[in-house]
């Protein structure tokens, strides 16, 4: 059974990734559903609930409404939940119930437009997809909806920095650090700031840098409608960070700036597998290349791939069974992931030599390893 899980927990819902990717913003988030679903996001997917209040509501979406129809009496909802709230916009989310019965989320935004003075827009999720889509539109949302028009400055801005991939305030702050160390001024980080400030004024910025899967699709329109140029890549190490920096500073187009290492056609070299979000992923191969002499190396992702950045040793995976056997097919002698990963170790490989370093994802693992931060931006990788 594909959907089966044994190991893992329940990956996170595309729901769950357009709330973290607009979380701390001062915007009313409205999760069309019923209140499990809020649950989920405030419980197991989002870190800052514990720390930092929000406006994040259920719409409590109960049977009946679902059977004779729920839009207006989501309007209403919405409508004394923010109230006189001062919030900096409204955005719709939808669940797998709303998806079941067609919840016209437009519609109701459209009429929630007429009274307000601020943004009302809608995220296509149904909680069927996994989080990175979600954050992903999220992302190119705040772009369409926020960024103002100034004239180019200097600077970067990092998009994508959403704690549901790796990026805990530790993290954050050593990708920061790495990227101002070597004479680039961080303007604001889109996922871990917590204003729409960074959003606004990001055309003061000359270039982008995307740090995640989420984060393409926002920096690909700005790149189309305001010039702004865009590198995907996590300064991981210092030789990659270096080689990132000087991308940043010299900007010319949007392929991927890993430097080209050639992989081994030797197997008693050691082999790796990365498995994790496709951007992190391939910035921490360029890492094993570079600096610890590691060729073979490939990625796996149960989440999205985009083409512009995959290569052949990057895969994509859609079940356990299918982690499992890719395991076993590789025999790597290193494996970096999410700590529950290293259950499929154990399970695919009688080999006890395997080297597991676990990386904390809380978008696989959630809450269980959430706290557990491992620096790895510039001279601080500590592994």
């Known amino acids: 059974m594909?959907?089966?899980?044994?190991?893992?927990?329940?990956?996170?819902?595309?729901?769950?990734?357009?709330s973290s990717a607009l979380y701390t913003l001062g915007g009313a988030i409205i999760i069309n559903g019923a209140d499990g679903c809020i649950g989920n996001v405030t419980g197991y997917d989002e870190p800052r609930f514990f720390d930092y209040n929000t406006h994040i509501y259920s719409s409590g979406l109960r049977e009946v409404k679902a059977i004779t129809g729920d839009e207006e009496i989501?309007?209403?909802?919405?409508?004394?939940?923010?109230?006189?709230?001062?919030?900096?916009f409204i955005t719709i989310l939808g669940t797998p119930n709303s998806a079941v019965i067609a919840s016209d989320h437009k519609g109701v935004?459209?009429?929630?437009?007429?009274?307000?003075?601020?943004?009302?827009?809608?995220?296509?999720?149904?909680?069927?997809?996994?989080?990175?889509?979600?954050?992903?539109?999220?992302?190119?949302?705040?772009?369409?909806?926020?960024?103002?028009?100034?004239?180019t400055g200097s600077g970067v801005n990092i998009i994508g920095a959403s704690p549901m991939d790796y990026w805990g305030e530790a993290q954050i702050k050593s990708i920061k650090r790495a990227i101002e160390n070597r004479g680039l001024q961080v303007n604001g980080i889109w996922g871990a700031d917590n204003s729409l400030e960074s959003i606004r004024k990001a055309l003061m910025s000359e270039v982008n840098l995307v740090v995640s899967y989420s984060g393409l699709k926002a920096a690909r329109y700005m790149k189309k409608k305001y010039g702004i140029p865009y590198i995907a890549g996590v300064p991981a190490g210092r030789q990659f960070s270096d080689h990132l920096v000087e991308m940043l500073k010299s900007p010319e187009s949007e392929v991927p700036v890993v430097p080209e290492v050639q992989p081994s056609t030797q197997r008693g070299v050691k082999r790796a597998l990365i498995?994790?979000?496709?951007?992190?992923?391939?910035?921490?191969?360029?890492?094993?290349?570079?600096?610890?002499?590691?060729?073979?190396?490939?990625?796996?992702?149960?989440?999205?791939?985009?083409?512009?950045?995959?290569?052949?040793?990057?895969?994509?995976?859609?079940?356990?069974?299918?982690?499992?056997?890719?395991?076993?097919?590789?025999?790597?002698?290193?494996?970096?992931?999410?700590?529950?990963?290293?259950?499929?170790?154990?399970?695919?490989?009688?080999?006890?030599?395997?080297?597991f370093i676990g990386i904390p994802h809380p978008a696989v693992s959630s809450r269980l390893h959430w706290d557990h931060d491992i620096v790895y931006a510039g001279e601080e990788l500590s592994f």
């Open 2 to 18: 594909k959907g089966l899980l044994k190991i893992l927990p329940p990956l996170s819902p595309d729901y769950a990734g357009a």
């Open 74 to 88: 989501l309007k209403e909802k919405i409508d004394n939940s923010v109230g006189d709230k001062d919030v900096s």
């Open 275 to 355: 498995i994790g979000d496709q951007i992190w992923s391939m910035s921490i191969k360029a890492y094993l290349g570079l600096e610890k002499e590691i060729t073979d190396v490939y990625t796996a992702s149960f989440f999205s791939l985009d083409p512009v950045y995959r290569s052949e040793t990057d895969l994509i995976i859609d079940s356990e069974k299918q982690l499992k056997q890719l395991i076993s097919r590789l025999k790597p002698d290193l494996i970096i992931g999410d700590p529950l990963c290293e259950g499929f170790i154990e399970k695919s490989s009688p080999s006890s030599d395997i080297e």
């Open 109 to 151: 935004a459209n009429i929630l437009r007429r009274g307000q003075r601020i943004p009302v827009f809608t995220i296509n999720t149904t909680g069927i997809l996994t989080y990175e889509k979600g954050a992903s539109n999220a992302f190119l949302e705040l772009a369409k909806n926020f960024i103002e028009d100034r004239p």
